[in-house]
């Protein structure tokens, strides 16, 4: 048996999502979700064999659902954005539905979803979020060691920091830890308000009030709170083409 969530947020397709699996004595539908932190729980409680996961959803879209697995479902993306659908070829997802969904296609990705379960084949996560990202972070989702999930919007970040393996993102004063290498999360926010200063901190330019020289050819960021911050040579020539 083929172990389903169902995830989208639109109650007319998840019940066409349950017509047609319920039509494939192969599958059995573990759970429904309406949104991404239902999502969440659902792949943790049942561990499911294959996820249909939508992608534009509020609170927590599919790539912010997809961050937060701690397990390797075989990914189907069901989305309205054929843009999302041809850069799944690209990554690890196993194959996408485009809405409006229809039987024909469904039925065709169950087969290479039925010959991907037989050989125990489910595609790594890691990357898969980052890649099908087709514009800058507009939120980052944190779970804490006790499982709760914060969504912080890019707004209201101040900088980050690396921290090992992970990053300290900091918010009003707030430090949130990620398992996240900091290249991966620079690269993901907009260039345009967000400067990686040096090679351990990435800096929101709306929180900078002023540059001052620390040493020769070092200086540091002066934060409207006062934090200070050190700023690399590179780092100063990107923050110059900003400011």
């Known amino acids: 048996m083929i172990r389903t969530v169902i995830v989208d947020d639109e109650q007319p397709a998840r019940e066409l999502l349950r017509e047609f699996l319920s039509a494939d004595e192969d599958c059995e539908i573990v759970a429904e ?14 561990d499911p064999d294959l996820l249909l996961l939508d992608i534009q959803m509020p609170k927590l879209d599919g790539f912010e659902v997809l961050e937060l697995l701690d397990r390797s479902p075989i990914v ?21 539905l485009l809405k409006p969904l229809s039987q024909e296609r469904f039925g065709q990705v ?11 084949d489910r595609p790594p996560l890691t990357g898969l979020a980052t890649s099908l990202r087709a514009r800058p ?45 900091i290249g991966e999360i620079a690269a993901q926010l907009d260039p345009d308000r967000f400067v990686r200063i040096h090679r351990a901190y990435v800096v929101n330019i709306e929180r900078i009030e002023k540059i001052e020289l620390y ?29």
Request: glycine share 6%; net charge positive.
């Open 110 to 120: 169950m087969e290479r979803v039925k010959r991907a379960a037989g050989h125990h």
């Open 137 to 181: 972070l507009q939120r980052v989702v944190v779970r804490g060691d006790d499982g709760a999930i914060q969504v912080v919007p890019v707004s209201r970040l101040d900088y980050v920091e690396a921290a090992d393996d992970a990053i300290r993102i900091t918010t009003g004063g707030v430090k949130l830890r990620k398992q996240q290498p």
């Open 215 to 243: 040493a020769k050819d070092s200086r540091v960021a002066i934060l409207r709170d006062g934090t200070r911050l050190p700023v690399s040579r590179s780092g100063y020539q990107r923050l110059r083409e900003l400011l």
């Open 33 to 46: 979700c309406a949104n991404g932190f239902e999502a969440v729980k659902a792949v943790a409680q049942h």
């Open 76 to 96: 189907v993306f069901v989305t309205a954005h054929d843009e999302h659908a041809l850069r799944a070829f690209e990554v690890h997802a196993l194959d996408y």
